[in-house]
């Protein structure tokens, strides 16, 4: 079964860190683009960042420019979004998402949300 599965999401004080692992199983991430993605509670799906199948280009969501990096191990298979001074408007429930070479942008699939494979999400809370 191809899919992305998340993990790392969790309670945290405002001005606190977090790190969502992004891991793929039945296929490797090498010739896909990732993507992360989050939806607060009555809100519409967002794209919070995005990178290439060679970890060359990211793409950021203004709200958290300087504050979250995305990166990726293609050896182990695992895309991360390092989560630095959290703020309470990041709490939503965060996605991940593949999408293969070729297909989008890092801008399109964050700005569309094009992908073929989605996790189920980890859940992200900062509270205090």
């Known amino acids: 079964q191809l899919q992305v599965v998340e993990s790392g999401g969790g309670l945290v004080q405002p001005g606190g860190s977090l790190r969502l692992s992004c891991v793929a199983s039945?296929?490797?991430?090498?010739?896909?683009?990732i993507g992360w993605f989050r939806q607060a509670p009555g809100k519409e799906r967002e794209g919070v960042s995005c990178?290439?199948?060679?970890?060359?280009?990211?793409y950021y969501v203004d709200s958290v420019k300087g504050r979250f990096t995305i990166s990726r191990d293609n050896a182990k298979n695992t895309v991360y979004l390092q989560m630095n001074s959290l703020k309470p408007e990041d709490t939503a429930v965060y996605y991940c998402?593949?999408?293969?070479?070729?297909?989008?942008?890092?801008?399109?699939?964050?700005?569309?949300?094009?992908?073929?494979?989605w996790g189920q999400g980890t859940q992200v809370t900062v509270s205090s």
């Open positions: 998402a593949a999408v293969p070479i070729g297909a989008a942008s890092t801008k399109e699939m964050c700005n569309r949300g094009t992908a073929y494979y």
């Open positions: 039945g296929f490797t991430l090498d010739y896909y683009a």
């Open positions: 990178i290439s199948s060679s970890g060359f280009t990211t």
